[in-house]
């Protein structure tokens, strides 16, 4: 039998009649289990056709800076708190970045990311990443996006006015749990820079991390943050356990719960873009087309930032063979 509760809240969202649900209706759909999740998640994906059509976009991003961080982030591979073993490298050269770039767009990606560690880049880092947007946005028919943390209101319009479109800069997790995770800056920090980067012209791409030992009602507090922010794009990852960190004994989200989050997050942000990124393929494994049913409309193709992705075409071949077209 089909949940009255859901179908009302989905059938309204889908006639206009309401433009989000409450905390607390999300909440309540957090509880759902068995054949009513299938209903959760297929109300999700009509709303996603909704809103976004059958179209779908495709991100690449590149490590353009890698290592020696000096946040503590209990899941990350590049701070300089964890031992992991991975490669460490200044800041790639203008040639380098716009050279991979070039290698997205080959790929079949429409977006393309400069990814760099660290709390803040100096003022001749983003000297070079404006240069090399520039000459990508000349090069190619990408959407360029950085994800360089915190920034300034000068350094946002430098990235703007340099061709930079979108501005990644995640929160993580719920407020009411940062600290669990990173105790050396705090949350407000990490809203400014949002609200700098949305000053100055950029869209804004900021989601999270699910699986860091939050609970339910602290996804819900993430995605309502994010929703009051009015971020342009939602992107949502699973961790993925990296030896050498803090949290590398966690569990994995277990597949439904993943795509239930998605569901959520897409009741709660009708007309958002929502990307499922890292994490997705050790987390739902052979349910991973299931994410552009629970609302998803957007992916993260290639590799990660210390982390190996899926085959880009075998993540093309899955958008194509679900009928969906890549913008």
């Known amino acids: 039998m089909a949940d009255q509760k859901l179908s009302t809240m989905a059938e309204e969202i889908l006639d206009g009649r309401r433009k989000t649900i409450t905390q607390d209706e999300a909440m309540y ?23 976004k059509n059958s179209d779908v976009f495709t991100c690449v991003i590149l490590n353009a800076k890698s290592g020696q961080c000096s946040q503590d982030c209990a899941f990350c591979a590049q701070s300089a708190f964890h031992k992991t073993g ?20 080959e790929n079949g990606a429409t977006n393309f990311s ?21 000459k990508i946005r000349q090069k190619t028919d990408l959407t360029v996006c ?50 700098e980067a949305a000053s100055a012209g950029l869209r804004i791409c900021s989601g999270g991390i699910l699986g860091l030992g939050e609970s339910w009602e602290q996804r ?33 989200v277990k597949p439904m719960d993943a795509l239930k989050s998605i569901a959520i997050f897409r ?8 990307p499922i990124c890292g994490g997705r393929e ?26 190996k992705g899926r085959s880009i075409d075998m993540d093309m071949e899955m958008i194509g063979s679900l009928g969906l077209s890549v913008l």
């Open 220 to 252: 819900i507090e993430l995605s309502s943050t994010l929703r009051d922010l009015d971020v342009d794009s939602i992107p949502i990852n699973f961790l993925n356990p990296i030896p050498g960190t803090k949290l590398e004994n966690r569990p994995l």
């Open 114 to 134: 400069m990814v760099t560690s660290g709390h803040m880049l100096s003022g001749k880092e983003i000297d070079r990443i404006s240069h090399a947007a520039e």
């Open 29 to 51: 759909l957090s509880g759902l289990q068995g054949e009513a999740v299938l209903e959760l998640l297929a109300y999700a994906g009509r709303i996603r056709r909704r809103f």
């Open 267 to 274: 009741m709660m942000n009708p007309e958002k873009d929502i």
């Open 86 to 105: 991975i490669a460490i490298y200044p800041l790639l050269s203008i040639e380098k970045l716009i050279e991979n770039a070039l290698m997205a767009q």
């Open 146 to 195: 950085a994800s360089l943390g915190e920034l300034t209101a000068a350094m946002a319009k430098q990235l703007k006015q340099s061709g930079v479109t979108n501005y990644h800069h995640n929160l993580e997790t719920a407020r009411s749990y940062f600290n669990e995770i990173c105790t050396t800056h705090d949350y407000e920090e990490d809203i400014h820079t949002i609200k």
């Open 282 to 307: 050790v987390t739902l494994k052979d349910l991973q087309s299931w994410v552009f049913m629970a609302g998803a409309n957007g992916l993260m193709i290639g590799n990660y930032l210390t982390t």
